[in-house]
């Protein structure tokens, strides 16, 4: 796709898709309880689709007409052993949160993927499901898709995670209410906890202490309705283009607003972005709002330590806008994001420099010297949806046609993105 010169502002509304992680687990939880859960707002994205797929496949009635769901849970014994092997596409929170509830059950499943959802570490979860007594194998020792399930009786464990991952934490809390006895899960960093708070709305027996989560057995979830809120790692590509953008302001409507997830706010504040949150109220034991942004000028940052998984997804957009903030941003501790869909620190890096930006990679994140005008030019997506989204944002700002190779990955996480820019396009 070749994107032009952008001669506009953005101005206007949008009400952003559901929220990915949220969608996912609303499909899990729901297909695992009794009774007839209603999901609204469910991200209609690549990614979720797999999840549901995968709850047909074990034969749950799954009824979903656009952004709403109906799910006909008839608890953990109504699942069935699949036919056939169980397809994930690019979506690592399916595997991973999936193979946590595989491991549980009484049948055989596999599990397979595309290439970059083949190449993307699976041991961080085989490991501790493992010692919960779980058999599992695949390639590479068991570490890479595809991946062979023989679901059984699992034991209760107390799990320190050596990786800040919501995906891993949450693949043991999920495991952890199909086994025996009680399961203990604590982070060194504190990860989304959608899990845990959604857990709770179906009635779980689940106790948190501060990093610490606790899970006691229970097959008798109660199915209950699940609003998903707008996502705020897509609301985060709109942000940052009208934070960067001359003269835009745009409004945000009813995005999740869940602490573990606002990273991204807190970042454009102290790069003093003008924004304001209104609207603020909890849908579904989660907190949503509405966010207003008017572009102006932004300074540099820094970024490490405990916000990094609380923005973690953000991390490309981020690196967009500090091209455009005075001053050098520099972003540390965040080395997960080598095994995101692509290698997100090489695929940034190779795209904004392409660009013409300043900027350097590092073993743990990167090094952006802002504030330099964008160039055109012809730049991979790595097939990587939040870098496609990232090299379309920052067409917006250069100064000749920017071509990306590939922009069908977008369809994983947020399918009406172009629709969206489009509708917010106002006269310059
Ligand atoms: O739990 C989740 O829904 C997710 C957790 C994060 O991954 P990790 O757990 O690998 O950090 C994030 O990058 C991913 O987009 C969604
Ligand atoms: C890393 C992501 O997703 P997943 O791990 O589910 O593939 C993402 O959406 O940026």
Redesign the pocket.
Known sequence: MTLKPFPYRLFGEIQVPGD?SIS?RAVILGSISKGVTRVTNFLDGE?CMRTINAFRAMGVEIDKQGSTVKINGKGIEGLQEPSDVLYFG?????T?LMLGILSGLPFFSNISGDDS?SK?PMDRVIIPLKEMGATIDGRNNGNLLPLAVRGGTLAGLDYTLPVKSA?VKSAIILAGLLAEGVTRVTEIAQTRDHTENMLEAFGADIERDGLTTTITNNANLQATDVQVPGDI?SAAFFLSAAAIIPDSEITLKNVGLNPTRTGILDVLKAMKANLEISNIRTVSGESIGDITIKSSTLKATTIEGDIVPRL??EIPIIALLATQAEGVTVIKDAEELKV??TDRIEAVVDVLSTLGARIKATDDGMIIHGKKPLNGGQVSSYHD??IAMMAAIASLIASNDVTIDDVDSIS??YPSFFEHLNSIKGPA
């Open positions: 990915k996912h990614d690019n979506s690592g929170t399916t991973r959802l993307r995906q790692s973690i997804d995101k869909e949806h939040r994983v996480s």
